[in-house]
């Protein structure tokens, strides 16, 4: 990162106070950081340790009325190589979202050439008010990367999503986006997202909790360092649009099977993290089932496994990761689950672990490679667990 040009936008939260650090963070890595802070973001921590620490002068208003000097947005807005907004509140979120322009944090955003990464920290609720989440969902739509809210204890005592994410974990996030930005040019990813479902008649169906959220945070994650991405999606709320990728949207087991099997001999990479069904109806009814007898019974007959069928006919030069649920004696299932389906790695996650699994944007991970070697992960939000994940397999690729 030695010579690249990082401007800082802090606002008004509570997390400010951790910026700080991340500028000393960032410092060490060689970049050269320049700050912008809001009048509001001066209340939790002073811009004279912001100036020292950056070794550059802090930019908070318009103009300097001592002196009447004026600081030009427009310049600011084209020095960095990256402008990344930390903490980010609600209220300037909203601001971004909208294009005001009422200081010069929100100006110079304007008129950033640059990528723009922000970094939102508010309490839980507000973090899961729909209008933050549009606000949110908007300036992703524009291309602005998010460094999602994490989930543990916030300022107001409660616990939930929506605190700051952690300083070295946004470095990881800034060094990915400068280093690793094309680590994966020319490789092709197959990855498996969401639940299947298993068509009973055609109102009801067999299915799970997935929520295709840890599928999508991987795909987003290999697309950012430059990959082809293939994602083969069971039925999901989760949405991505990418030149480089290719979504394949699917309902149940045979489907997916049928899209893979299509798909995975010219890959690279495949990383299964579908919840895939493991029995379907024998026969789907084509009219509603009606209710008659106080009993019925289903026939189920056992789906293919997918990624077995991938390990069955990997080559040499294809890394194979697949994913394990479990809920008792996780280890040694997942051991077991890697080697029966020759992968080159399974990445555990049990439900026995609170803010882990299904649904939550959160997740922890226990990554067991080839020799049985075990390497766990702290519980971190999805995204994050993706890029640790990317991390790990392209270190052994
Ligand atoms: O989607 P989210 O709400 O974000 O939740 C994420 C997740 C919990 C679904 C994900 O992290 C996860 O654990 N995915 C795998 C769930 C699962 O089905 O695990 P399993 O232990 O039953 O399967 C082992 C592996 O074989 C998985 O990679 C699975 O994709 C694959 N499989 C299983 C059965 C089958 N018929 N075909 C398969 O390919």
Do not use: H, Y
């Given at each position: 990162m030695r010579g690249k040009?990082?401007?800082l936008g802090i606002t008004g939260g509570i997390a400010a106070y951790k910026i700080a650090g991340l500028i000393r963070l960032l410092r060490k890595e060689g970049a050269d950081v320049k700050c912008i802070m809001t009048p509001a973001s001066?209340?939790?921590?002073s811009p004279l340790t912001i100036a020292t620490l950056s070794e550059h002068p802090v930019q908070i208003e318009f103009w300097d009325r001592r002196n009447g000097s004026w600081t030009n947005h427009v310049d600011l807005g084209l020095w960095p190589d990256l402008f990344l907004i930390t903490p980010l509140t609600a209220n300037t979120l909203a601001k971004l979202a909208h294009g005001y322009a009422d200081n010069l944090l929100t100006a110079t955003y304007l008129s950033a050439r640059c990528p723009v990464m922000?970094?939102?920290a508010m309490d839980l609720d507000m973090y899961a008010h729909l209008t933050t989440t549009e606000n949110l969902e908007r300036l992703r739509g524009h291309g602005v990367r998010v460094l999602e809210a994490q989930y543990g204890e916030l300022a107001s005592g409660l616990v939930g999503q929506g605190r700051m994410m952690e300083p070295e974990d946004q470095l990881k996030e800034v060094k990915n986006f400068f280093q690793g930005a094309h680590d994966l040019e020319g490789k092709r990813v197959l990855i498996t997202a969401g639940p299947t479902y298993e068509k009973i008649d055609p109102v009801r169906f067999i299915g799970n909790h997935s929520s295709g959220k840890m599928g999508y945070r991987l795909a987003e994650s290999a697309l950012r360092r430059g990959a082809e991405v293939i994602l083969v999606s069971g039925p999901s709320a989760q949405r991505l649009e990418h030149p480089a990728l290719q979504l394949i949207r699917v309902e149940s087991a045979l489907e997916?099977?049928?899209e893979v099997k299509k798909?995975?001999?010219?890959?690279?990479?495949?990383?299964?993290?579908?919840a895939v069904a493991d029995y379907r109806p024998a026969e789907?009814?084509?009219?509603?089932?009606?209710?008659?007898?106080?009993?019925?019974?289903?026939?189920?007959?056992k789906n293919p496994d997918i990624l077995a069928w991938a390990g069955s006919v990997k080559k040499e030069s294809q890394f194979l990761v697949g994913f394990a649920l479990e809920t008792n004696d996780a280890v040694r299932h997942a051991e077991e689950k890697r080697a029966r389906k020759n992968l080159d790695l399974i990445v555990l996650n049990t439900l026995e672990e609170a803010g882990s699994g299904f649904q939550v944007d959160t997740n922890r991970v226990h990554l067991i490679d080839?020799?049985?070697?075990?390497?766990?992960?702290?519980?971190?939000?999805?995204?994050?667990?993706?890029e640790d994940i990317i991390e790990f397999i392209k270190s052994r690729l």
């Open positions: 040009r990082v401007l001066c209340d939790f921590i922000i970094a939102p997916m099977l049928e798909q995975w001999e010219q890959c690279d990479l495949g990383i299964f993290a579908a789907a009814t084509d009219q509603k089932i009606k209710k008659k007898e106080d009993e019925m019974s289903i026939r189920l007959v080839r020799n049985n070697k075990l390497t766990s992960f702290e519980l971190k939000e999805k995204s994050v667990v993706a």
